[in-house]
DNA sequence: GTCTATAAAAAGATAGAC
DNA sequence: GTCTATCTTTTTATAGAC
């Protein structure tokens, strides 16, 4: 797969945009081809089956989240910093995969599951060596999920109520990481 | 309505279930009246359409929401100790209403994300008149999502790495709300 | 109130033309 | 590689017996 062809990318991302706008359900195979401008035959060609097209997306979460582990284990702010900030984005492709795949995973596809724990774990292995402290670790795991909860979802109640209040909850990182240090 | 019929409520807890444990793709009409021991035809004459189930797990959500949200008010512990430490149950009434709301509302169900906003928005004016600071409450906000979206997962990854951890999280919502008189 | 039988539509998948 | 046509299964919903 030195470079997919442009039909199969095409695709791709029109399920995956499916998965995250109209969830797990709407994203059926024809309206899949009908969003990527090919019919359900060229889709099929490129992906033989559903399961085909769910494997593709926790493959491609794979490659992209090596790239963010790289860049969250060398950012200057800090990881613990770089993963809450990054995890209030909704538009980068991380991210785009991330609400994809938990919602595949909602709807029982083991893969994405177990691709998810995955990356949880890297992600905790990434926090535990800046922040050393289990707890304060485990709160910013927490914080960060539920930013992605809130802005993974389309409705608009969260920017109503906190549009702007990510640059205090960056400020109160150092001061949770102090925290920490007291409880060793 | 003052006693439901109680085929009807086999119906709707059975629907709920395969919500919260297989998610809104399997929760179809026919798996639901398999789950609760009658037919297709018994099920519809109690609920006459798939929207109309739906809309039953909205109704009863508010029952319980309302409760929840007294309790919340008159804990001796706090509202926000309270909030925390009941975000991370997930064998209680309200947290699987809240859970099938959530899968509905991923699935484009309207009325479940409007009803999830209002159920936020309630939670938000009560962690507000404990604590004061919006920031504290938009932290605990997160870290309640958190747990919630951690603990609602199927997986057992979450349990794996942080069980027993919960207490110690609860110690440190007294620091959080210093930090935020700090901020005032 | 609950059942069986059946219709109507949607979804996943195959076959073969181009 | 992409298309149309077709088949099978699943899902929602209706009709009417009991």
New interface residues.
Partial sequence: MARPPAARTKVLDAYISLLCE?????ATMEATAAKAGVSKGGLLYHFASKEALAEAVVALSEELILLDLQDMNTAEEGAASYFIRTSAQVDTELDRLLLALQ?L????VESA?TQ??SI??RW?EALMEEVGD??IA??I??????????TG???T?YQR??EG?LS??LE?VP?LKK?GHRNQ
């Fill in positions: 109209e969830g797990e359900r709407a919602r995973a909602q709807s029982g599951n998810l724990e949880s774990s905790l289990k707890d485990h709160l795991m927490l914080i960060s999920e539920g930013l992605y909860a809130f979802t389309p409705g109640w109520n906190f209040n205090h909850l109160l001061q925290l």
